[in-house]
């Protein structure tokens, strides 16, 4: 099992450096897009709502083709059929995209009307659904790239990618002065690059290749999940639809400018960690030790991203005020606390919810995800009226805690797993603690405040050890890593080792 983690956080740190880019690539275009001179704060609230929008239209396109792929590959039975189920997938996706396109394009006047209330931003509206059409079609690659552990190849296309959205980004809106159009012209000619670019890895990972009985069982499989996508984006977009519909724009914008901060913590931490540990966990299907390994997983990812929850709140005042030009931004601060730890029950339900996945029961995920939607969208309708954003954020932190909640009963009974739960719940409160102080400490001035915030950080394993959180194996670990890398003199033979690690075989 060691060797397995040590696999899952080599491809995590690959994975990680590629999703850090991505946020450092959001991050420089915040001061251009709160910058007065080229949009103002209602705009910022409208590229809040065509960005989720966005991420509603790829989800409604992927059909849950990229999970039933992934559960498929590697079922032993059809090890030999694997270039023709992927062909399978690719060539549903793409012809799911097309009609997508073709059907939702003329209409886009009425989805502007609806979303923005106005039609004339209709060619805006036409450049996403393009580009979430060409971005369902390359999660399929992307997702061929990940089940074959190419983390190095999926990294250098999304680098590519990244680089190529932003340079166009920065021209279409600096030189060509095209507003809000620019960004999404720049992310469908971003999209439409990668699918060319690997073009060629596609057909040869490819075989022309229907199967009936293939083809229903994965639709079976994936609609249930399909659903539960939905569901789950209308979950995490739902907030801002609600203050939109109930506030202004620049409740809007303020929201968008806290969530597009703690999300860093989801793109770099969660969805790394999702992305190299996914197909591992379900290879290890009839391992002997799938139950430890999955435990291990909940808490040791729990652990790490506790650490960055911490430091993401306590030090995001001053991120704010970096990288933000205008002050009408700066009152986002106030709800980064709660959205950055309603990540952390993401998280725990991307592991727990795997129980359901190990016993195909994949319908309950969809019930879960429809009742934490609705509950999200009452809650949002109770509390948006009384506390503005505040109560957006405290709507998503109870209804992502609820959706971990009821994702772990229904997959304990499904898949008993030995969570160690107690653990979890001190790292919780006490991250908790630690992340609400900087309320309290953005109140002084400049140098005390940046050494408490440092102080309260690094605090943070010292207290859990008080609590005897660790284990002396875990001590031991802890230990022989620092030794090992704290030595700079032997830091090249040490990244060459994780090259030599490769996983067991099945």
């Known amino acids: 099992m060691l060797n397995s983690i040590k696999i899952s956080l080599k491809d995590t740190f690959v994975y990680g450096f590629g999703n850090i880019a991505i946020k450092i690539v959001g991050l420089v275009l915040i001061p251009l897009f709160t910058d007065p001179k080229f949009f103002s704060i209602d705009d910022f609230g409208t590229i809040g709502l065509l960005d989720i929008s966005a991420l509603v239209l790829t989800a409604s396109l992927a059909s849950a083709l990229p999970q039933s792929l992934t559960r498929w ?17 690719f060539a549903t996706q793409v012809i799911v995209s097309a009609l997508f396109c073709i059907l939702l394009i003329p209409l886009s006047g009425t989805i502007s009307e609806l979303i923005l209330k106005k039609p004339d931003w209709s060619r805006v509206i036409t450049l996403v659904i393009l580009a979430s059409a060409i971005q369902a079609i390359n999660n399929i690659t992307n ?85 539960a996508n939905i569901s789950a984006v209308s979950l995490n977009v739902i907030d801002r639809y609600s203050l939109s519909s109930w506030a202004v724009l620049k409740s809007v914008a303020l929201y968008t400018l806290a969530f597009k901060i703690t999300s860093v913590l989801k793109l770099v ?106 509950l999200s969208l009452a809650l949002n309708f109770l509390l948006i009226p009384i506390w503005g954003i505040t109560g957006a954020a405290i709507a998503t932190l109870v209804s992502q805690f609820v959706f971990w909640l009821i994702c772990y009963h229904y997959s304990q009974k499904a898949f008993f797993v030995p969570y160690e739960l107690k653990k979890i719940f001190i790292l919780v409160f006490t991250g908790a603690v630690l992340s609400f102080s900087c309320l309290l400490l953005n109140k002084l001035d400049l140098f005390p405040r940046l050494m408490l915030k440092t102080l309260f950080l690094f605090s943070f394993p010292f207290i859990l050890y008080l609590f005897r959180f660790y284990e002396p194996v875990e001590l031991k670990s802890i230990r022989g890593f620092v030794t090992k890398w704290s030595d700079l003199r032997h830091i090249r033979r040490n990244i060459k080792s994780l090259k030599g690690i490769s996983d067991f075989e099945y």
């Open 143 to 227: 997702t061929l790239m990940r089940l074959q552990s190419k983390s190095v190849l999926y990294t250098i296309t999304n680098l590519f990618k990244l680089t190529l959205v932003l340079s166009l980004t920065i021209f279409f809106i600096i030189s060509k002065k095209m507003g809000i159009e620019g960004i999404y012209l720049a992310q469908v000619i971003g999209n439409a690059f990668v699918v060319l670019i690997l073009l060629g890895y596609t057909i040869k990972n490819s075989r022309i290749f229907f199967d009936k009985s293939i083809f229903f069982s994965m639709n079976s499989y994936g609609f249930p999940l399909f659903l």
């Open 269 to 374: 931490i969660v969805d790394s960690m999702k992305l190299a540990l996914g197909p591992m966990m379900l290879k290890r299907i009839g391992s002997p030790d799938i139950k430890r390994f999955y435990s291990k997983v909940l808490l040791y990812s729990t652990y790490v991203l506790m650490f960055a929850v911490i430091g993401i709140s306590l030090f995001s005042f001053e991120l704010i005020k970096i990288i933000t030009i205008s002050r009408q931004f700066w009152d986002a601060v106030i709800i980064i606390p709660v959205l950055a730890l309603s990540v952390i029950f993401v998280n725990m339900k991307d592991v727990t919810v795997y129980g359901l996945h190990v016993a195909k029961k994949t319908r309950i995920i969809g019930i879960i995800v429809v009742f934490s939607t609705i």
């Open 73 to 89: 590959f590697w079922d032993k039975e059809f090890k030999d059929k694997q270039k023709g189920i992927f062909f399978m997938s």
